[in-house]
């Protein structure tokens, strides 16, 4: 009797566990590399790849990966841009730095979605914005809550 007590705790123990494990996975915050293998380059359509990534999560981690600049190569950088204005035109007159030519190596830029709702603008201002404005070097997401 006290066995079969304990067994049916348990069984109800373990079904609760499970649940609440797919809830955390549900939840979970993702790592998302910008670009998927391609990195963070100009010549791929990121308005394409993020429209194919989305929805982008509270708490999700893009992640920018570029090789440091060379005697051959001009790296890009990456900018938040203010409004969608300044995105639409390339303007980085407003636009803040967050990272430069050089911290996109190794395990790349790391940058946490956390304005819920609001668009996020991303851009490349490399090659006096030629990067944005004829690489395709720029998307934007909305960051939306978890499903839960
Ligand atoms: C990039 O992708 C978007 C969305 O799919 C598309 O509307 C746009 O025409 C593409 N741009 C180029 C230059 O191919």
């Given at each position: 009797m006290r066995m079969k007590?304990?067994?049916?705790?348990?069984?109800?123990?373990?079904?609760?566990?499970?649940?609440?494990?797919?809830?955390?996975?549900?939840?979970?915050?993702?790592?998302i590399v910008v670009g998927g293998s391609e990195g963070w380059r100009p010549g791929f359509n990121y308005t394409d790849w993020a429209l194919k990534t989305s929805p982008f999560y509270l708490n999700?981690?893009?992640?920018f990966k570029y090789a440091p600049p060379s005697d051959t190569y001009v790296a890009p950088?990456?900018?938040?841009?203010?409004?969608?204005?300044?995105?639409?035109?390339?303007?980085?007159?407003?636009?803040?730095?967050?990272?430069?030519?050089?911290?996109g190596s190794g395990e790349g830029f790391e940058f946490v979605l956390?304005?819920?709702?609001?668009?996020?603008?991303?851009a490349?201002?490399?090659?006096?914005?030629?990067?944005?404005?004829?690489g395709q070097m720029k998307f934007f997401v909305i960051p939306l809550p978890h499903p839960n």
């Open positions: 007590m304990a067994f049916t705790f348990g069984a109800q123990g373990f079904i609760l566990l499970a649940i609440a494990a797919s809830f955390l996975v549900i939840g979970e915050a993702r790592t999700d981690k893009l992640v950088n990456v900018y938040l841009l203010p409004n969608l204005y300044s995105y639409r035109t390339c303007n980085f007159n407003s636009a803040k730095l967050l990272a430069t030519e050089t911290q956390i304005n819920k709702w609001r668009p996020v603008y991303f490349s201002a490399a090659e006096h914005g030629s990067h944005c404005s004829e």
